[in-house]
């Protein structure tokens, strides 16, 4: 093999490697479609300045792509970039290096955002590092110059490397200008679209320090004493329920048209709203009887102003519908049982997207549909399955838990299983019992939500799995009862808390029926002030004859065989924890509302002293941890 050669054969292997890592990681349509729109607004960028020797945007917009989507995106848009633009520019011995250079630069910008630790950089800063990609790029090329020289020598390649320092200082000079006028906007815009498609955010500009978490838990532990102390102790530990208060905090957060936002005080969407409910109904509210004093009912919303016409609000809606016992055949004028079969393809699936389609099946299970009328539907997402076990958004992509978690529940609700899903949700736990959404991810609440219901409908206890991932829920919730997205993010809380708390309760979908209130008995029994449900709008309730009468879903009582997990600790069933939950009821008086009496007995002076002393112990090792200690070696001691 010559030395001209050699050189090519590693470089194709460099990009046969390449272009594998990539197709290995198996990217979402949405990140396809992402990498070749870059791919092709870098070789326009090339094209429209072709005039000008080596002053073009293209290794700028590289090596954003690399910072802002990670290595893997980056390589390929560089390298698609220079096979493309090629095309027009003429093709030669020269393509596969600048293939592999402009790949490169791509690599090096998901380093950079690394080292950067993902926080933004200064646009000075980034500028200077587009600089010195360009520098590099020409260093990498003046190899390609070199190896057609006579001699492959030091002096030869510092020779090679002279006469194009020009073109190499006009390529970084152009980066920088280019950079300066579009580089902090451009990453901004790419790292927004990948939040919205990795269903992951940014950290929130203040981050609450853990001596301000325990004594924001103090002061929740305080008022919930004061508020509840001349209350029964059942109510006392219901208001210290993790999923008590997750409830309480969404119909806090319910506007006045019976709908959800991503937060308190935001618009009202269809999105937020059906998990909104479905939430509430794995907490034994029904969402018909969820509402603000003058305001509609959750379902009333839906009714209304929700959307339906999506497949994916379609099956959610459903779901959510028969969670309230509301019918899914007559649904504003139309059977949206018939809608949703009309959706589906030949092969069982709909739109061949497993997220479609497990969701299409609970939905049909829910609406009372046999096993038999999902089994071909079941069947494709078997044959969807990676090899790693997991399940990715549409088929054959990268693995993900949330989608897994939700194939899981589908198929138990076919009447299969998948036991490799199962080992697959075993490896992707973290240290700290959660899941993220991806292998290598941090935990984060949503994920490891979808995780807990897909082991729980796999007939596996989610704290036999390692870690307690019940226990790393309970840990993101804050003094208000939300539940963060995780340790360092806490965006659109009623989403997250609405997710996690079907978790908290280890209830998969379908959810079985929640019973209505009893009106004239939350009535009788609050007085004309309103006041709290005596029945506590649990997982039944007794009808006129005295009897507890059934809940069904589909031919599926979720929870009704097994124990559920106490979000006091121990195991209860689900009947008992669902009416320590307490229903308000609902139009009866506004939701986060006091009631009892206001003086203040023993047990809460005592509750208050003890937090006193806490917190005086946790002030104390605080100011301890503030003096100067002498440093360690860095070889230990």
């Known amino acids: 093999m010559t030395w001209q050669t ?26 396809i479609a992402l990498v070749a729109a870059l791919a092709a607004l870098a070789v326009v960028g090339r094209l429209a300045f072709a005039a000008i020797p080596n002053v073009k945007p293209t290794t700028d917009i590289v090596l954003f792509a690399g910072y802002a989507l990670g290595p893997v995106p980056g390589f390929m848009v560089g390298a698609v970039t220079a096979l ?61 110059q070199w190896t057609l020289a006579a001699e492959q020598t030091l002096p030869a390649y510092l020779a090679v490397s002279v006469s194009s320092l020009a073109y190499n200082l006009a390529h970084a000079l152009g980066n920088v200008v280019f950079c300066l006028l579009i580089g902090p906007l451009f990453i901004r815009a790419l790292c927004r679209y990948r939040r919205r498609f990795e269903v992951s955010w940014a950290p929130p500009a203040a981050t609450v320090r853990a001596g301000a978490a325990a004594t924001a838990l103090i002061c929740l532990a305080v008022a919930a004493g004061l508020s509840t102390g001349a209350a029964a102790p059942g109510d006392a530990h ?7 208060r997750a409830a309480s905090y969404l119909m806090r957060a319910q506007n006045r048209d019976g709908g959800f936002g991503g937060d308190r005080g935001q618009a009202s ?92 099946i609970l939905a049909l299970r829910a609406a009372g549909e ?58 992707l736990q973290n240290g700290d019992g959660g899941f993220g959404q991806m292998e290598g991810r941090d935990s984060n609440a949503q994920s490891t939500a979808w995780a807990v219901q897909g082991l729980v409908a796999a007939g596996v206890r989610p704290q036999s799995v390692g870690s307690d991932p019940i226990r790393y829920l309970m840990r993101l919730q804050r003094s208000d009862g939300h539940i963060a997205y995780s340790r360092t993010s806490d965006q ?49 309730r007794v009808g006129s004859a005295g009897k507890p009468k059934k809940q069904k879903a589909g031919g599926r009582a979720a929870g009704n065989a097994r124990t559920t997990r106490s979000d006091a600790g121990p195991l209860v069933s689900p009947g ?37 002393v806490v917190f005086a112990v946790l002030l104390r090792r605080r100011l301890r941890s503030r003096r100067p200690r002498p440093r360690s070696s860095a070889l230990g001691g």
């Not at 004239?520 to 997982?539: Q, W």
């Open 576 to 612: 008992a924890e669902s009416e320590e939950l307490g229903n308000e009821a609902a139009g009866e008086k506004p939701v986060g509302e006091g009631d009892g009496d206001p003086a203040v007995s023993a047990l809460a002076l005592a509750g208050a002293a003890t937090a006193a």
């Open 238 to 244: 219901a208001a210290s329920s993790p999923a008590a």
């Open 6 to 31: 050699t050189p090519f054969v590693v470089l194709a292997l460099v990009l046969l490697a390449g272009f594998a890592w990539y197709e290995r990681r198996r990217p979402p349509a949405k990140v």
């Open 84 to 144: 493309v633009s090629n095309v027009f520019l003429g093709h030669g011995p020269w393509t596969v290096w600048q293939m592999v250079a402009w790949g490169g630069v791509g690599v090096g910008g998901a380093l950079l955002a690394r080292a950067a630790g993902r926080r933004e950089l200064g646009r000075v800063a980034l500028a200077i590092a587009c600089g010195a990609a360009g520098l590099a790029f020409g260093a990498f090329m003046d190899v390609y």
């Open 370 to 427: 046999p096993p038999a009328a999902v089994r071909d539907s079941a069947r494709w997402l078997l044959g969807s399955q990676n090899d790693d076990g997991g399940w990715g958004f549409v088929a054959r992509a990268e693995s993900d838990v949330d989608d897994t978690g939700a194939v899981l529940q589908a198929l138990s609700a076919a009447g299969m299983g998948s036991s490799r899903a199962v080992d697959y949700l075993r490896r």
């Open 269 to 360: 969407s269809q999105l937020f709203t059906g998990w909104s409910a479905l939430g509430l109904a794995a907490a034994g509210r029904n969402p018909s009887d969820v509402r603000r004093r003058g305001g509609r009912s959750v379902t009333g919303y839906l009714r209304t102003a929700g959307s339906v016409e999506d497949t994916g609000e379609l099956e959610r809606t459903m779901l959510a519908l028969r969670a309230a016992g509301a019918s899914v055949r007559r649904f504003r004028g139309r059977d949206l049982v018939a809608a949703l079969i009309a959706r589906r393809r030949r092969d069982g699936s709909w739109r061949r997207n497993v997220a479609f389609t497990a969701f299409g």
């Open 492 to 540: 659109t809380p009623v989403w997250v808390t609405a997710q996690a708390l079907t978790a908290l309760r280890e209830k998969p979908f379908p959810l079985a029926a929640v019973p209505r209130e009893d009106r004239s008995r939350a009535a009788s029994a609050a007085g004309p002030g309103g006041g709290r449900d005596v029945a506590g709008g649990g997982g039944r």
